[in-house]
């Protein structure tokens, strides 16, 4: 009886778990294959030193833009840097309307997110390492900081400068 | 018995290296004024307190050691040698006070890379740097490239016989006119004509390839100053990659080869003697070895398939090459690439070319193209002697500006500095070993040091240990002053200690 019963009962919760793992590990697979929820952000050095397994795939790349936009109609070079190297991104001029600021002294460039090819070395370029962009997002707005100083610099310089003065009168009565 | 040297001796240095000194600290009013007119006041601070150290120590040298001697050849090659390290810690004051080095120690290797020309940089944040300190990294490469105490010698002395034993101790051993000050003098026109033409033909082609005019100009004025003094330094962390431009890159290779030219052919070919380009031997040399070492690299990239295609092959890796050759530095792909993607016959190729270097008389570091000749013609004079009967006279010449007679002094001058520069290269690799590095990126990253070229393959880092930077450090000293003005420095040590 026990053994018939439990030979009974067993069977239905088996199925149920089995479906719900299923249902489960599908939901994964749908969500880990749209990248607009979870697609990985490469960092530089991951792409630089692991080039020849991303060449020609579609990756995520995100940074703060630096030095300038360089537009070369009807695309552009935006350099994006990510803390650890800068790499060039080739976009078309409407995927970087939004782009207002390039890091510079004194400058925080724009964070974006690239969604594009990576190339490890691009035919069309040269052999340059770079990604051609698909999509470009700003994530942050870059801004401009006032310049600054060190008061304890300001001090030192205007003590340097006495000595100066006064090294320079010591020799004037020397020379006299 | 060793001499010690007395104290008239070290008046006499302190007193000429004080004058150099002086002339370098007037170099800081130009990245300081830079600095004001583009509105950074915290980096012109940085400059004026640089400035004004230099100008105490400077006056307080010629004051206190105040003499009317001339100098003699021991005290010419210390002053030298000794100016080079101080020029070294005083132009490390303002990059130091940016905030963009990490210690005094990679300020310091920052300054000796640029006043020698090398390239190498531990900067860190480079893309935020001011504009200030970006000019002021390119111009230390302007002022060692015609060498510091050139400056001196043109623009602060009125004339003494002790110049031409300061200008040789600067690894200028050859006098383009009967004067040395008017050598000197020549050499800064030469430079700052092709400074002009050179910052105008970049600056268009930036203009060109998309940036904003000022930052063309500025950067094509950095880019000339560190490609015809063959340094390496760029505005960008990416170097020559920043700029995605194939114009770019070949109007750096034309400066680059220029700067690799002799300052005495430079005056040859204004004075219209324009055959000498194909009959001088360091010209021939330097082609040759080119395109030797050339093929050694591309066979190393196409054996590797590093490039999708020829155009793709020649662009990146004749650059990397001429660039090394030129002892330039500039770079158009990661250093990380030349360790994983470049095979290790590529990278040997890019070596040699490395160790090989440019011209004499020139901006340039390493063995140079005049001693490989020479090497190459007593070579082929000894194969002759084998060859011919025994009675035959063997007589082998070479044509530098004028016609010569291969001389065994000659040979053996050459072949003496080319064993110092392969010790100085092997010295490196075994620092670079020592600490954990593989054997070629080790040998590869010491050569770029010594011949003062400014490569990496990843190696130079602000995260090295400190030692390895102290060696570079030397090596680019070492390098750029070809060894007879630190042997000096290093006699005039021991002689203070042993001497009687």
Same mark, same amino acid.
């Not at chain 1, 530089?44 to 537009?71: C, F, H, P, W």
């Not at chain 2, 105490?149 to 040789?168: D, H, R, W």
């Not at chain 2, 590529?346 to 340039?364: D, E, F, R």
């Given at each position: 009886m026990r053994a018939a019963v439990g030979a009974g009962l067993k069977p239905a919760p088996t199925t149920a778990?089995?479906?719900?793992?299923?249902?489960?590990?599908?939901?994964?697979?749908?969500?880990?294959?749209?990248?607009?929820?979870?697609?990985?952000?490469?960092?530089?050095?991951?792409?630089?030193?692991?080039?020849?397994?991303?060449?020609?795939?579609?990756?995520?790349?995100?940074?703060?833009?630096?030095?300038?936009?360089?537009?070369?109609?009807?695309?552009?070079w935006v350099n994006v840097h990510d803390g650890l190297n800068a790499i060039g991104i080739w976009a078309g001029l409407s995927l970087i309307q939004d782009i207002t600021y390039a890091g510079a002294y004194q400058v925080r460039g724009d964070i974006i997110e690239v969604i594009g090819v990576f190339h490890r070395a691009c035919l069309e370029h040269g052999g340059d390492l770079d990604i051609h962009a698909a999509n470009v997002t700003l994530k942050e707005g870059g801004k401009k900081s006032l310049d600054c100083f060190d008061s304890g610099e300001v001090t030192t310089a205007a003590l340097l400068l006495g000595v100066l003065v006064l090294i320079w009168i010591l020799n004037q009565l020397r020379g006299k | 018995m060793i001499l010690k040297p007395q104290l008239k001796d070290a008046k006499i240095i302190g007193y000429y290296?004080?004058?150099?000194?002086?002339?370098?600290?007037?170099?800081?009013?130009?990245?300081?004024?830079?600095?004001?007119?583009?509105?950074?006041?915290?980096?012109?601070l940085d400059f004026f307190t640089g400035l004004e150290i230099s100008l105490i120590l400077g006056l307080l040298l010629t004051w206190t050691c105040f003499v009317e001697v001339d100098l003699n050849w021991m005290q010419g090659m210390i002053v030298v040698s000794l100016s080079w390290l101080v020029a070294m810690a005083l132009g490390a004051i303002p990059l130091y006070l940016s905030g963009h080095w990490a210690s005094f120690l990679d300020a310091c290797f920052d300054s000796m890379s640029g006043f020698a020309t090398?390239?190498?940089?531990?900067?860190?944040?480079?893309?935020?740097?001011?504009?200030?300190?970006?000019?002021?990294?390119?111009?230390?490469?302007?002022?060692?490239?015609?060498?510091?105490?050139?400056?001196?010698?043109?623009?602060?002395?009125?004339?003494?016989?002790?110049?031409?034993?300061?200008?040789?101790?600067?690894?200028?051993?050859?006098?383009?006119?009967?004067?040395?000050?008017?050598?000197?003098?020549?050499?800064?026109?030469?430079?700052?004509?092709?400074?002009?033409?050179?910052?105008?033909?970049?600056?268009?082609?930036?203009?060109?390839?998309g940036m904003r005019p000022f930052n063309a100009f500025f950067h094509g004025a950095c880019l000339f100053?560190?490609?015809?003094?063959?340094?390496?330094?760029?505005?960008? %962390? $990416?170097?020559? !990659?920043?700029?995605?431009?194939?114009?770019?890159? &070949?109007?750096?290779? +034309?400066?680059?080869?220029? *700067? =690799?030219?002799?300052?005495k052919l430079h005056y040859h070919i204004w004075m219209g003697n324009r055959k000498e380009i194909i009959r001088n031997i360091e010209m021939v040399t330097l082609f040759v070895t080119i395109g030797a070492t050339f093929l050694i690299t591309a066979a190393g990239l196409a054996q590797a398939n590093v490039y999708p295609g020829a155009i793709a092959l020649f662009r990146k890796g004749f650059y990397q090459l001429i660039s090394g050759h030129t002892g330039t530095?500039?770079?158009?792909?990661?250093?990380?690439?030349?360790?994983?993607?470049? %095979? $290790?016959?590529? !990278?040997?190729?890019?070596?040699?070319?490395?160790? &090989?270097?440019?011209? +004499?008389?020139?901006?340039? *570091? =390493?063995?140079?193209m005049l001693r490989v000749g020479i090497i190459f013609k007593a070579l082929a004079e000894d194969i002759k002697r084998i060859i011919l009967p025994e009675k035959a006279i063997v007589v082998q010449k070479f044509h530098h500006i004028k016609t010569m007679f291969l001389e065994d002094k000659l040979v053996r001058a050459a072949l003496l500095i080319t064993l110092a520069y392969i010790v100085l290269y092997g010295l490196g690799t075994l620092v670079g070993v020592y600490y954990g590095y593989p054997f070629l990126n080790s040998l590869f990253e010491s050569t770029s040091a010594a011949a003062n070229v400014g490569l990496s393959c990843g190696i130079t880092q602000a995260g090295m240990p400190a030692a390895l930077k102290a060696t570079y450090i030397f090596q680019m000293w070492a390098g750029r002053l070809e060894f007879m003005s630190v042997f000096t420095l290093i006699g005039f040590f021991i002689a203070v200690v042993k001497g009687k």
């Open positions: 778990l089995l479906l719900a793992a299923a249902a489960i590990m599908l939901g994964l697979l749908f969500f880990i294959n749209s990248e607009d929820c979870f697609a990985q952000v490469l960092s530089s050095t991951e792409l630089i030193n692991s080039a020849k397994q991303y060449d020609g795939q579609e990756v995520v790349y995100q940074g703060e833009v630096v030095g300038e936009v360089m537009r070369r109609p009807p695309h552009a | 290296l004080g004058k150099v000194i002086l002339g370098l600290a007037f170099t800081m009013l130009v990245p300081a004024l830079m600095g004001l007119a583009k509105a950074e006041i915290g980096p012109a090398t390239g190498l940089t531990l900067a860190q944040d480079l893309d935020h740097l001011s504009f200030a300190h970006n000019l002021w990294r390119h111009l230390i490469m302007f002022i060692g490239g015609q060498g510091i105490v050139i400056i001196a010698i043109s623009f602060f002395v009125k004339g003494f016989s002790g110049a031409f034993k300061m200008y040789v101790g600067e690894a200028r051993d050859e006098k383009i006119l009967p004067n040395v000050i008017e050598t000197s003098r020549f050499i800064w026109l030469v430079s700052l004509v092709y400074l002009v033409l050179g910052t105008l033909a970049l600056g268009a082609a930036g203009i060109s390839g100053m560190a490609a015809f003094d063959t340094g390496g330094f760029a505005p960008q %962390s $990416q170097n020559i !990659l920043y700029y995605h431009n194939t114009i770019f890159e &070949l109007i750096t290779i +034309v400066i680059m080869v220029l *700067g =690799a030219i002799n300052f530095g500039f770079q158009t792909i990661y250093a990380a690439q030349f360790s994983l993607e470049w %095979s $290790q016959l590529a !990278l040997t190729g890019v070596i040699c070319a490395m160790a &090989l270097g440019g011209a +004499v008389c020139s901006t340039t *570091g =390493a063995i140079k």
